[in-house]
């Protein structure tokens, strides 16, 4: 009985872990790297972080797309999503 239990509070730890994970923000970010180019990406209900360049993004609701320092983005198309640039990006 000790062991059953023991198992189902493991499960539920892991539930917690798995549901957490799926839905914060920082799981949804997708990552741009210095020296990257990416190109035609739609955002819609996730998230871009550009250290390196983004040419011709849409942004759809929900969509995020934050330029880093250094980073670039060119010929991005914005439809109720939201960009952010930092100092230098």
Same mark, same amino acid.
């Given at each position: 009985m000790h062991q059953s239990g023991s198992v189902s509070l493991c499960r539920s730890a892991i539930s917690v872990l798995v549901a957490t994970a799926l839905y914060s923000p920082i799981a949804l970010a997708s990552t741009v790297e210095y020296g990257e180019t990416v190109d035609g990406v739609v955002l819609e209900k996730d998230i871009q972080l550009v250290y390196g360049t983004a040419n011709n993004t849409k942004i759809n609701p929900g969509g995020e797309?934050?330029?880093?320092?250094? +980073?670039?983005?060119?010929?991005?198309?914005i439809n +109720? +999503?939201?960009?952010?640039?930092?100092?230098? +990006?």
């Open positions: 797309q934050h330029i880093k320092e250094f +980073g670039v983005s060119s010929n991005t198309e +109720g +999503g939201y960009q952010y640039i930092e100092m230098n +990006g």
